[in-house]
């Protein structure tokens, strides 16, 4: 287990567009937060013959993920004491600084003092949650930082020493709101960020933007404008110095996020905290979603996994695909039907893929619609 995810669920607000699992706090429980996963923590390895709890037979990790939520909520001391446990526990790789431990972070929450409390932690990298440069926006997301924030946070973080700082941005906005997607892009791209992690709008139940849609207080997101915005920002008009390592990730050389390419992989990673997942390249597992519910059943000793899916071959193999055609390695030929599917080759010939190093990779016009593509590698008698 290379690759460990670690779900802090407390935000201050609910953002309009989220149905993540989080816990909304004006106080931080961290004490009780840090106790339940050191709880869960322990309990690892008890379902394994021959080991004992918390016995993890030396797993080298490679990434360290802490997501939401709001990881940057927790104190300081908080976060040392999650970092010195799990590493005590999972062992590092050879070099502490070649372990790369990402802190998902809010852009009102960096200050000089935190920025250098998490350094002295060792987090190396910070993902910001910008979203959108404009305030007007910000607020329709339920946000807390304006766009004044972000390049000060940014500022913050490199004078504590952070060189790898990803920056979040949303698209696809409903027309109304008349964001300029072009803006926000430039804005970012003059902060410099190693890493730009750029996600198109989807509505979910049970969020408050699913019901200003049903009431008719605001539109969806249009399919026409995600694909236009899409395709300006992988022109590259914009992202001078930046590369598409997968559909809604870009990158500068030598910043890949190792923790999300582990996931395009279809490597094993182990997640811990509330509605956390895990894959161990068999089945996937996930932890009881709400927080109250999670921390109940470590105190009384019980384990947090909620439920278990094993996957057949063939799903193994669609999820194999699917990811794979979302980044840019793509998918071998040697492990597509030879000759070239006819599904394929239509898809060279229009443009929407292209043959490179013997791999079938997807143009920007083929991520548009990836779905259909796997659909065709994998139903070849249906009509394109």
């Not at 287990?1 to 567009?17: A, D, E, K, T, W």
């Not at 709880?39 to 004992?52: A, C, K, N, S, V």
């Not at 000089?112 to 607020?139: K, T």
């Not at 071959?313 to 597509?336: C, I």
Request: hydrophobic content about 40%; overall charge negative.
């Amino acid at each position: 287990m290379r690759h460990l995810y670690l779900h802090v669920p407390f935000c201050q607000r609910r953002c309009s567009y989220c149905d993540f699992s989080i816990a909304v706090r004006k106080h931080i429980p961290a004490p009780e937060y840090v106790d339940a996963v050191l709880r869960e923590l322990t309990l690892l390895g008890t379902t394994d013959p021959g080991r004992q709890p918390g016995d993890l037979g030396g797993e080298t990790l490679e990434t360290l993920y802490l997501g939401g939520g709001t990881p940057s909520l927790l104190p300081p001391d908080a976060i040392s004491a999650l970092l010195t446990s799990l590493l005590d526990v999972f062992r590092a790789t050879s070099s502490r600084d070649a372990l790369e431990v990402t802190l998902e972070a809010n852009p009102e929450d960096v200050t000089p003092e935190s920025a250098q409390a998490w350094r002295r932690a060792g987090i190396n990298r910070v993902s910001l949650g910008a979203q959108s440069f404009d305030n007007r926006v910000l607020q329709w997301m339920h946000r807390s930082h304006d766009a004044t924030r972000i390049g000060d946070a940014v500022r913050t973080l490199r004078a504590a020493g952070f060189d790898n700082i990803s920056l979040d941005l949303i698209f696809a906005l409903p027309t109304e709101l008349e964001r300029d997607w072009a803006r926000d892009l430039e804005l970012a791209c003059a902060l410099l960020p190693a890493h730009l992690s750029l996600y198109g709008l989807t509505v979910e139940e049970r969020t408050p933007l699913a019901r200003w849609i049903s009431r008719g207080a605001t539109s969806a997101p249009n399919d026409e404008r995600y694909g236009n915005e899409t395709l300006r920002h992988h022109s590259g008009r914009t992202f001078c110095g930046y590369h598409f390592c997968e559909v809604s990730n870009a990158c500068r050389d030598g910043f890949r996020s190792r923790h999300n390419s582990a996931y395009w992989s279809g490597r094993a990673y182990h997640g811990l905290g509330p509605a956390a997942h895990s894959f161990d390249g068999r089945a996937r597992r996930w932890n009881l979603a709400a927080w109250e519910t999670y921390r109940r059943a470590l105190a009384a000793g019980l384990s947090a996994v909620d439920a278990e899916e094993v996957l057949s071959e063939e799903q193994r193999e669609l999820e194999r695909l699917y990811l794979a055609l979302r980044t840019d390695a793509g998918m071998p030929l040697a492990a597509l039907c030879r000759p070239l599917p006819p599904a394929a080759a239509r898809w060279v010939e229009r443009r929407w893929a292209e043959i490179r190093d013997q791999r079938l990779v997807c143009t920007p016009e083929g991520w548009l619609r990836l779905d259909a593509l796997v659909g065709d590698l994998t139903n070849p008698g249906r009509a394109v």
